[in-house]
């Protein structure tokens, strides 16, 4: 089936310092990609959408200029954490759909840790 | 706004044996979906089941099965002859038709355990 790869799976930064992580679409093209928080033992919160060729649509209350996401082709979104502080510490997952409204493929999830 | 509640922030069932999880809903919407999904401690998400809101019939996955009550706006999941393997946290989720993009809300999860 429909993959998406997500990478790190885990990274551990120091405070103030910028974190890339990265989901590639695997034998489809992801169009759209959404970004989702999740805090431990929580629901996924929405981030943003981000499509292929345009800017990212970042939901309520989510910082822009914190969360940098980038759609730089059909395979690959990225989502780049700027000045990480110890509060951004959480687990970010990608998901892109791959069957309409009726399925959508999950990445593996990053544990990020700032220090 | 669309909101998805999952009232059983735990619960835990014998291996082999039946257990129910509760999701309701609220929209004004007509057309939707409505998904089951797990999160085993891999953290990895995975469909477990879907429903289109306009379809009566329950969706069943094998030992998975859905109970739809659209005029309730409920959606809960059945899973039959628990496996140690359905330890994980289940989340429902709620998606909207159409709508430009389609965007999941997901409810706060239920954290099953099964017990040997």
């Known amino acids: 089936g429909a993959v998406v790869s997500q990478h790190p799976s885990r990274v551990i930064c120091k405070s103030g310092t910028s974190v890339k992580i990265e989901c590639r679409s695997l034998d489809f093209q992801a169009t759209t990609m959404f970004w989702y928080r999740q805090f431990p033992k929580k629901s996924l919160m929405l981030m943003a959408t981000s499509n292929e060729g345009s800017k990212a649509t970042y939901e309520q209350g989510v910082e822009k200029d914190k969360f940098l996401i980038n759609h730089a082709s059909l395979t690959l979104s990225t989502l780049t954490v700027t000045s990480a502080h110890p509060e951004d510490s959480s687990f970010y997952i990608c998901s892109a759909p791959v069957d309409g409204p009726m399925g959508y493929t999950f990445g593996s999830g990053t544990r990020l840790t700032v220090v | 706004a669309q909101t998805v509640t999952q009232s059983q922030p735990e619960m835990s069932v014998q291996e082999a044996e039946t257990v129910t999880l509760s999701c309701t809903y609220d929209?004004?919407?007509?057309?939707?979906?409505l998904f089951w999904y797990k999160q085993p401690p891999s953290r990895q998400m995975i469909l477990v089941i879907r429903q289109e809101a306009y379809k009566q019939q329950n969706a069943t996955e094998n030992r998975f099965s859905v109970n739809f009550q659209k005029a309730a706006k409920s959606f809960s999941l059945k899973i039959s002859d628990s496996q140690l393997g359905d330890t994980a946290m289940y989340f429902c989720a709620f998606m909207k038709r159409p709508s430009g993009t389609y965007k999941y809300i997901f409810g706060t999860g239920t954290r099953l355990k099964v017990l040997a």
């Open positions: 929209t004004s919407e007509s057309n939707y979906y």
